[in-house]
């Protein structure tokens, strides 16, 4: 049994793991625009934001340290066994190829969601007010 | 059962795989007797013979249903066309009377809503159906009938609601439908878009069911993720979007539909309901939808261009890259369709931001394929004259969606004709072209080796080329000028005449084209009996194809170790021709295919599939039925249809699904040992499950997300004083509904353990908790009155929700326990009771929620 759960675990965990940096994209996006939809229905009067910069630029903050982490991850998965320093092909179909893609996507992935955190929170610099 | 092999602790004690993997290569070219190489081909053709005569309709096989689908869907979308060329020779003069006003909104609603719904998003699913198995070496989808039901959903779906259009009651509020123009709106024709296309999304998620199962555990052995074909990547992904974008507009469309029938005032501002609600359900799945169009269609560039390339695709991380990126970010983007409606600047900037960040990973794709082609030997050929089409067609759409995801641009452009030019260059080079590419590509493989006219795919192309950019390139200028769409005539002196009547000679020039397609297509083709098996000289695994054709899918499932393995592995062919791979033969005369693990596609099991059916049809025809008659408000024969229907679905697993094998294990080939039956995570009846609770979940979390909504939209929900749920009673539902997911659970748990009597003591239990914490939950709301605001139709709408769960959930308690009775479901054998158990977490978690926000949180926000 034990090691059934392991191939569930092994199996759809490491595919998702992927897709973590874009997971951390939309939760910044949700609660970047959540918390403008709360904080200008809501929380303020007169339209500004500067509260809601400070929130919100430290969220991308803590974001991008996320993503920064994922793509370090992922670059170490992905040039594990010192592939790319003796110039040698490696094989396709085994364990570490397979370990290495999943490497590189994560990597590549990282820094597509990097790029999209920062574009999000660039309204919230850009515009100083809820109308 | 008394012959169970393995006492006493039956239920823990699974056989596993045993025997060599991976295999070596002595073991691949150890040859195969000729006389047991024809018996097996024969038990094998037996087990797969096509049914004949009538029956030849409860055909479930992936090539039989694919194919119907795809000309089902073909069918459509040319009714769709003619009702385009009707509206453009209204459009070709001003004044004109050709249609009334009245009548045009229906075409132009029906034109939008089939192209989108009837057309290419069931046009996706039927290609996968068609060539995924094939892609992976697969011998049928995981669940074949699952397929062909959701087609026979969609054929009766798709008939009922572009029939609608001959009786003049068709919808005609826009395919977006948005209220209070659809709520208002006198007749049926709303309601038929609503529970017609409702119906239709059900068939969607059936195949996004499949098709993740499918890519996920159904690849032949050491077909590592790394060595998918492309097309599969997408398919994962699409899969993956269409649980997260169609569930929400399913709750719109109950929302709506709960307003239509029983005027609870969801989306009427004089009842504290917001119309804008409707629109973010819309455009949360219509926005996403784009890209579920778009991805599929070009995995099937994807395929042909390392075909024409005759070499592998350049960079494949960066496909994968692209694809997940591009599913990712298309849910940011959905506002963009709403720029005019009067959220804050900053909120728009959100959107703006991530409509131009999903430029990146689309562009990213092209340049992979440009490279491709580079550093290729390009080869002429039809299906890359079409992948070019699409390729310019589609950048140039794209560079107008840059512009519009510019707020202010927008804005000034909205609802005008450069709208209308923008999505057709996204849609006809996001999807029609690439999968003409596909068709013309694919076509020797679905006739087995007959080929579609080189001159006839030429004249079809430039007439649709030059055609499509005739009649819609002048349409950008058309809309700048101010011309609004979806107006059905105006005045002489606007000027748009001249532009409008190239609109409509062009648009009869693409119809022209179309029609020297067909005509290819359906044209019969004996002379060319018996042509190439692989004509393009292809490396994916499809082209090993049986030339003439087979009905067993593959002769046996190969070992693969490279990402074009006609290319890469040379004598795959030859081997699988004398049947030395996986499952060469079928002992019990089954059907049967592997079943892999996720990531390295170890095999795990042999996972028997289900053969034809009259029940498939008949559940489709009662599930129709169920769907169809309250658009007329006929209630009691709705009922009818449902219970028939749902009695059906429940004869159709209790006789098929889940089957207690003929001998636990079963020889799959090269000395490999494979358990014939598995529970829970391994099984794909588990994973199917849990998908599909994964989008029923995304659903519910929009009803929620509705509550939110109105919460920051209107300043006085909930309403002060207003009565809400019964405290009590729903707690108690709480309790009694964690207690029946607790029996549930505890009886999954001991049942393996060979206490029996004590786990159906504790399902009946359960039965009993469900139904007990069902009639709480709807005392609990029994006083309010959903018709006088928001807040109760809100609460009740919940309520509604989750009950019908808990039937289901009832339903399905009631069913493991009669399995367990009647000796079909053992602690061995027990997937029926880990299915049940996986979907009651999920119930027992949207039963906590709702009472948490029935009960609590009016508390608090109040």
């Not at chain 2, 020779?89 to 004044?95: D, E, F, K, S, Y």
């Not at chain 2, 009155?785 to 399905?812: D, E, I, N, R």
């Amino acid at each position: 049994m034990s090691d059934r759960k392991e191939e569930f675990r092994t199996g759809v965990g490491s595919l998702m793991k992927i897709t973590l940096a874009p997971w951390i994209w939309a939760f910044h996006f949700v609660i970047c625009y959540g918390a403008t939809a709360v904080w200008c229905a809501r929380l303020t009067e007169g339209g500004d934001t500067d509260t809601l910069q400070i929130a919100l630029i430290a969220v991308t903050v803590v974001a991008l340290a996320c993503i920064a982490a994922c793509g370090i991850v992922g670059k170490r998965v992905w040039t594990r066994g010192g592939f790319g320093e003796d110039g040698e092909i490696p094989g396709i179909d085994d364990e570490e190829s397979r370990t290495r893609f999943l490497g590189h996507a994560t990597v590549l992935l990282s820094i597509v969601s990097a790029i999209g955190v920062v574009f999000v929170i660039l309204p919230v610099l850009m515009i100083g007010t809820c109308r | 059962m008394s012959n169970d092999p393995f006492p006493p602790f039956t239920g823990t004690h699974r056989p596993r795989p045993e025997g060599p993997f991976p295999p070596t290569e002595e073991m691949l070219s150890e040859p195969v007797n000729p006389e047991e190489q024809a018996a097996r081909e024969a038990r094998l053709r037996e087990a797969w013979k096509e049914p004949t005569g009538i029956a030849y309709w409860t055909a479930v096989n992936n090539d039989k249903v694919g194919a119907w689908y795809s000309l089902t869907a073909l069918f459509f979308m040319l009714c769709a066309g003619v009702l385009a060329l009707l509206m453009r020779i209204q459009l070709a003069v001003p004044g004109n009377d050709f249609l009334d006003a009245d009548r045009y909104n229906q075409f132009f609603t029906m034109h939008g809503s089939a192209m989108m719904f009837l057309f290419a998003v069931p046009m996706f699913e039927a290609i996968s159906i068609l060539v995924l198995p094939a892609f992976l070496g697969a011998r049928d989808m995981p669940f074949p009938r699952l397929s062909a039901y959701g087609y026979w959903c969609f054929l009766i779906g798709g008939i009922f609601v572009l029939g609608s259009v001959l009786f003049d009651v068709a919808p005609r509020g826009g395919w977006f439908m948005y209220p209070p123009l659809t709520t208002r709106d006198q007749g049926i024709g709303s309601d038929i878009w609503l529970l017609g296309l409702s119906f239709i999304e059900v068939a969607s998620i059936a195949a996004a069911v499949e098709l993740i199962v499918g890519v996920l555990k159904c690849r032949p052995p050491g077909m590592r993720v790394n060595l998918m074909p492309l097309y599969a990547w997408y398919v994962l992904v699409v899969g993956g979007m269409i649980l997260f974008a169609f569930p929400p507009l399913i709750a719109g469309d109950f929302l709506f539909e709960m307003e239509r029938s029983f005027d609870w005032p969801f989306f009427d501002p004089t009842r504290g309901g917001d119309p804008m609600l409707w629109q973010h359900l819309f455009w949360i799945f219509g926005h996403p939808e784009v890209y579920i169009i778009f991805l599929p269609s070009i995995a099937i560039a994807a395929m042909v261009i390392p075909t024409v390339a005759q070499r592998p695709i350049v960079g494949y991380s960066w496909i994968v890259l692209s694809a997940v990126g591009v599913g990712f970010l298309s849910f940011g983007l959905w506002v963009h369709h709403m720029f005019t409606t009067g959220l804050p600047n900053i909120s728009l900037g959100f959107f703006s931001a991530a409509s131009e960040a999903v430029v990146i990973p689309t562009g990213i794709q092209i340049f992979v394929f440009a490279a491709t082609l580079m550093v290729g030997k390009v080869q002429k050929s039809l299906p890359m004259l079409w992948i070019a089409g699409a390729l310019a067609i589609f950048v140039l759409g794209g560079l107008t969606g840059v512009m519009l995801a510019i707020a202010p641009f927008n804005w000034a452009v909205h609802d005008t004709y450069f709208i209308v030019a923008h999505l057709h260059y996204t849609l006809f080079g996001g999807m029609i072209f690439p999968v003409m590419a596909g068709v013309y590509y694919f076509y020797p493989f679905f006739r087995k080796g007959k080929m579609m006219s080189v001159t006839l795919g030429r004249w079809a192309f430039w007439l649709i080329f030059i055609g499509f950019n005739a009649a819609f390139l002048p349409m950008h200028y058309t809309g700048l000028m101010g011309m609004p769409r979806r107006v059905f005539t105006y005045g002489a002196g606007m000027d748009w005449g001249w532009l409008n009547m190239l609109s409509t000679v062009a648009s009869f020039v693409i119809a022209a084209g179309f029609a020297v397609f067909v005509w290819d297509l359906i044209r019969p083709k004996r002379d060319m009996e018996g042509r190439q098996r692989n004509p393009w000289n292809a490396g994916t695994l499809e082209w090993s194809h049986d030339v003439p054709e087979e009905n067993w899918g593959v002769r046996c499932i190969p070992f693969i170790t490279s990402r074009y393995p006609l290319w890469q592995q040379p004598k795959l062919i030859e081997r699988m021709d004398s049947g030395r791979f996986y499952l060469p033969d079928t002992e019990f005369g089954h059907r049967e295919t592997l079943v892999t693990s996720v990531l390295d596609a170890r095999p795990l099991h042999i996972q028997r599939v289900t053969g034809p059916a009259w029940i498939t049809i008949l559940a489709a025809a009662f599930t129709g039925g169920a769907f169809i008659f309250p658009t007329f408000h006929w209630y009691p024969p709705a009922i009818v249809c449902g219970a028939f229907a749902i009695v059906c679905v429940l004869y159709w697993l209790w006789t098929t699904t889940a089957q207690i094998p003929d001998a636990p294990t079963g020889d799959v080939g090269l000395g490999l040992r494979l358990p014939r039956y598995a529970a829970g995570p391994d099984a794909p009846g588990w994973w199917a499950v849990w998908i599909t609770m994964l989008g029923d979940a995304t659903a519910f979390a929009s009803l929620v997300f509705g509550f939110f909504f109105y919460w920051t939209a209107s300043t006085d929900f909930p309403p002060a004083g207003a009565p809400g749920a019964d405290g009590a009673l729903t707690a108690a539902t709480a309790v009694l509904l964690a207690l029946s997911w607790g029996a549930t659970r505890v009886a999954r748990g001991i049942h393996r353990h060979d206490r029996i009597r004590a786990a159906q003591g504790l399902m009946a239990a359960a039965v009993l908790l469900t139904a007990l914490g069902g009639t709480t939950l709807v005392l609990a709301v029994i006083d309010l009155q959903p018709t006088t605001h928001v807040y109760p139709a809100l609460v009740c709408a919940l309520v509604v929700w989750l009950a019908a769960h808990l039937f289901l959930g009832g339903v399905g308690q009631a069913y493991c326990l009669a399995r367990s009775l009647a000796g079909r479901m053992t602690p061995l054998y027990d997937a029926d009771l880990c299915n049940v158990t996986l979907m009651w977490h999920f119930i027992a978690l949207q039963a906590l929620v709702t009472c948490a926000v029935i009960g609590l949180l009016p508390g608090w926000m109040a």
